[in-house]
């Protein structure tokens, strides 16, 4: 009983923290609150445009296997585009491919109906590049920003703190702690906050210049196969035809030199 009635007396007397998150954050008033709400849209914005991003990749890139599986296996342009879907970067550029395909009969020139299909199939991929490069501005912003918007907050706090010590006439912790905490608090958030997006900016980045080296490739087989009047095509490889090709070459015996 003696014992329960001392921890109760010692719970009750226990000083409460008072150099916590929150209470840093309403030290430093509404220049505090407003520079930490700026850094959580930042972070928010950020992440959204990671995982919208990533996804309509994803989406280009699993539509490229269908491409190279079932369109080229089309007896023309106009049937392999029935086999895509009809929102994709893909059957974009067929459909681009098909109408400067009509619109070149009108040409005399050979070279300028070449030109034409070239530069449509041009301003098609420029219009899919610039498509899935929306938003990566922003995250450059951030990454850039972030953690100079950090350091405001840190001047801020710093000069609070240097405030109370010249009020009160000395550095006692419990006149600057809550200013400092501040300070470095919104320092740690401007990094947080600034190092996912400039990772999530170069990696997309690096997806965005592989899709579109897909794309010109994508491109240049449609211009030669119209040019050729659907005699060009790439070669088609599917899973099981790869598998048998790579068990040929395996046991296929080693020539042997001939002496002369």
Known sequence: MIIEFLAAAAGD???????????????????????????????????????????????????????????????????????????????QLVDDAVKAEDEHAKMTDSLEAHDWMHGSLARSEASINAKLAGGLPFLATVGATAPFVGLLGTVIGIYRALINIGLAGSASIDKVAGPVGEALIMTAIGLLVAVPAVLAYNWLQSRNKKIAAMLTGFSTDLLANISSKGTIRPAVMTGASTQQAGKAARTAPAATPTKS
């Open 13 to 91: 007397a226990a000083p409460k923290n008072q150099f916590g998150f929150l209470e840093a954050m309403e030290q430093g008033g509404l220049i505090a609150w407003s520079i930490f709400g700026v850094l959580v849209i930042m972070s928010v914005g950020s992440f959204y445009i990671l995982i919208t991003k990533w996804l309509e990749q994803q989406k280009i890139l699993n539509q490229y296997k269908g491409v190279r599986t079932n369109f080229w296996r089309a007896n023309s342009l106009k049937e392999g585009a029935t086999k895509l879907d009809k929102n994709s970067a893909w059957r």
